[in-house]
């Protein structure tokens, strides 16, 4: 039974494994099989991509094959064009040496012809060669002489119109393109007043005042009918500027006496010398200067208060000094200096009134005395032609000082006749040993002379005004009289404590 059973389990287990192993058999066969389509389908990729790539080759290889006889045919045509020219050029050169033969025989046949001509000649006029060869180089070169005068001639009378020409459209172009303003200085500044009642303080008690404030000045304090107005009148801008600021101060404050006036009058001229550098700067910045010296600077600012011929002597400067800058740049000069050059070559008369004498003399040393530059020298030299203008710049300075001098109406004679007489008055008593100061009042018919005390007695005082008239009357030439007043002042200051 038992034995049964073990046959039956082994048929069992041999049937198991028979299955078992046609599965493995089936499943190697269904493996096998993708295998076989996986490398199947592998072969015909292969084959495709390699198909491609062969075409592609192919493709290429058409292309580049297409242009190696594209290049091989142009080779041919230029080689055949080489060929060509080649052939023109033997044909060229043969020509060339056939005409360069020719040319040869025919310069021999001249030359030939020429020395028979010559042996003619020389038979007939029986001079030799070098006689004859002598003569007409004479006759040239007197015949050359002539013409080459001529030439220069007509080149220098071109020249010179297109140098006239160039000039007057340089001037004409500067004078339209700077179109400044006419500033005209006149003897007086009208003072207005809140009211009438005013007049009387400032007069005083006795004109104490009014007589103060015209000897600390320096100015004539004109009163009269006209309502609320007093006009001061003196042909020094700068004093009388200094007066107007003077009166103002004091009409503000309201209290009005001598030493008031003396105290706001100090004031006044100290704060002038600020304000003078300050106007100097401002127009050195608006030109676009740069550095420059102290000095100059005050100097620029004092000329507001100078005039020339009627004309304000810092706006004349100003307008040279633009005038200047355009003619320099139109003549390709250095635009800058030329402007520098051109508000300084005035520079004295900014210490005419101080010193006297000649304003370009006084304007070279100042600016010599500061290290200007040689141009602005140079500038202020030949502007009244004392020496001459040595560049672009200079040139372009006198230029436009003569434009901005000849403008109509920009300059008055009969004012600066006026201006020179008064001036030479005040020189006149401030010569004589001893003066402090020397005012002229009253339009030139009065001059007011302070002294020192410590150095002239009253007695002393008599005779200087004498000989001070006496001077006017010999070297001056004036209408009417001049009054000389000699003033002698002892002041005697203590302080309580």
Do not use: W
């Amino acid at each position: 039974m038992t034995r049964k059973v073990f046959i039956s389990n082994q048929q069992i287990a041999l049937k198991q494994a028979k299955i078992k192993a046609i599965a493995i058999e089936k499943e190697a066969e269904i493996k096998f099989q993708n295998q076989r389509i996986k490398l199947k389908e592998e072969e015909i990729e292969l084959r495709k991509k390699y198909e491609d790539e062969m075409h592609k080759a192919l493709k290429e290889f058409e292309e580049k094959s297409l242009e190696v006889d594209k290049k091989e045919f142009a080779l041919s045509q230029k080689s055949k064009s080489l060929d060509e020219e080649r052939r023109i050029f033997e044909i060229d050169r043969n020509s060339l040496l056939l005409s360069q033969q020719a040319i040869d025989d025919l310069k021999l046949k001249y030359q030939e012809k020429q020395n028979d001509l010559i042996e003619i000649l020389s038979n007939y006029t029986s001079l030799s060669i070098d006689e004859a060869k002598s003569m007409l180089l004479v006759h040239l070169e007197d015949s050359l002489k002539i013409e080459k005068a001529n030439l220069i001639r007509r080149y220098e009378q071109e020249t010179k119109e297109d140098a006239r020409r160039k000039a007057n459209y340089i001037i004409a172009l500067a004078a339209s393109r700077y179109a400044g303003e006419y500033s005209a200085e006149k003897l007086i500044n009208v003072v207005h007043l809140a009211d009438d009642d005013m007049k009387g303080r400032i007069i005083g008690k006795d004109g104490r005042n009014i007589k103060s404030l015209e000897m600390i000045t320096g100015v004539d304090v004109l009163i009269d009918d006209t309502p609320n107005t007093i006009i001061l009148s003196s042909f020094n801008l700068y004093r009388r500027a200094i007066a107007l600021n003077t009166i103002n101060l004091l009409i503000e404050d309201g209290r009005i006496h001598p030493a008031r006036i003396e105290e706001i009058y100090k004031k006044c001229e100290n704060d002038m010398e600020q304000t003078i550098l300050n106007d100097g700067e401002n127009v050195i910045l608006d030109l676009g200067l740069g550095y420059m010296h102290t000095e100059l600077k005050k100097m620029i600012g004092k000329m507001k208060y100078r005039a020339s011929f009627g004309q304000n002597a810092l706006s004349h400067s100003i307008e040279v000094a633009h005038l200047s800058g355009l003619i320099a740049g139109e003549l390709d000069g250095d635009e800058l200096l030329a402007k520098r050059a051109g508000l300084l070559h005035d520079i004295g008369k900014a210490l005419t009134h101080e010193l006297g004498g000649n304003h370009v003399s006084i304007g070279y040393d100042l600016a010599r005395k500061c290290k200007e530059h040689p141009v602005v020298l140079n500038a202020i030299l030949a502007h009244h032609g004392n020496e001459e203008a040595k560049s672009i710049e200079a040139a372009a300075v006198c230029a436009a000082d003569a434009i901005s001098g000849a403008r109509p109406g920009a300059r008055k004679e009969v004012l600066e006749n006026f201006l020179k007489r008064v001036q030479n008055l005040e020189k006149i008593a401030l010569s004589k040993l001893g003066v402090k100061q020397a005012y002229v009042i009253n339009a030139g018919r009065e001059i007011r002379v302070i002294v020192r005390s410590d150095q002239v007695d009253d007695k002393e005082t008599i005779i200087m005004a004498r000989d001070i008239a006496k001077e006017i009357e010999m070297n001056l030439q004036y209408p009417g009289e001049v009054k000389v007043n000699v003033i002698r002042e002892i002041r005697a200051t203590e302080i309580a404590r």
